[in-house]
């Protein structure tokens, strides 16, 4: 069965540090994996895909299949940054069925 | 363009009542995906439309219906709600995978139902 864990419901840093939110997946097949974010009073958007290995917002998640984890990386956090991240799995081949992870509160403090 | 759109915003009903959610996608989208998402969780998948048709469905009851209309817009429909399906109600449009490889899902603001 298709299924993302996220560890941490909450996740708190300082400016400028570094910041590291977790995601596990179960999948039997081959998984696209995503980022989503959700600012305050706004919609949830897509950060990043993996099969696009772009770095958006200085974040970047690299996928790894032996640990079978999509962790969300970002080397010095930012006030902006603070927001819900969600990870999501969907077939590589079908993104009917989107599989979401129950989320990680990001806050960065001044 | 105003992107995904959901209405109404807030609904309140009570148990045993029957609801009616609605959906316009992104302009030159022509599926739609619904989501419920209960306080503290991620987005459940509950169904896809597309071509007017419910191409897939996640583990949700038979209460829980939709429709897709010519112009794409969608309805999602609860009957006999229960306590439990309060929730926030998410809508999502894309374009057809096969025809877009790789499409990206954007997201509705979402309309919040409590049951009572």
């Known amino acids: 069965a298709q299924r993302v864990t996220q560890p941490e419901k909450l996740l708190s840093v300082f400016k400028g540090a570094p910041v590291e939110l977790k995601c596990n997946y179960s999948?039997?097949?081959?998984?696209?994996l995503f980022w989503y974010v959700q600012y305050s009073r706004q919609r949830l958007q897509l950060l990043l895909r993996?099969?696009s290995r772009e770095s958006i917002k200085g974040f970047t998640a690299d996928l790894n299949k032996g640990e079978t984890s999509f962790h969300l990386k970002k080397p010095f956090a930012q006030e902006e940054d603070s927001a819900m991240y969600y990870c999501?799995?969907?077939?590589?081949?079908?993104?009917?069925?989107?599989?979401f992870g129950a989320g990680t509160r990001l806050t960065v403090k001044p | 363009d105003a992107g995904v759109t959901q209405s109404p915003t807030h609904l309140i009903k009570t148990r045993g009542q029957q609801v009616t959610l609605r959906c316009s996608p992104k302009?030159?989208?022509?599926?739609v995906s619904w989501y419920q998402q209960a306080l503290g969780q991620g987005p459940q998948f509950i169904f896809q439309?597309?071509?007017?048709?419910?191409?897939q469905r996640g583990n949700f009851p038979d209460r829980f219906s939709g429709h897709q209309f010519p112009n794409y817009s969608s309805e999602l429909n609860v009957n006999a709600l229960l306590l439990g399906d309060s929730a926030l109600y998410l809508c999502?449009?894309?374009?057809?995978?096969?025809?877009?490889?790789?499409?990206?899902?954007?997201f509705g603001q979402g309309t919040r139902l409590t049951v009572v």
């Open positions: 999502a449009s894309s374009l057809n995978l096969r025809d877009t490889p790789n499409t990206e899902a954007f």
């Open positions: 999948y039997s097949g081959s998984p696209e």
């Open positions: 993996h099969i």
């Open positions: 999501a799995l969907t077939r590589w081949d079908n993104n009917n069925d989107m599989r």
């Open positions: 302009s030159g989208h022509d599926t």
């Open positions: 439309y597309y071509e007017e048709e419910e191409r």
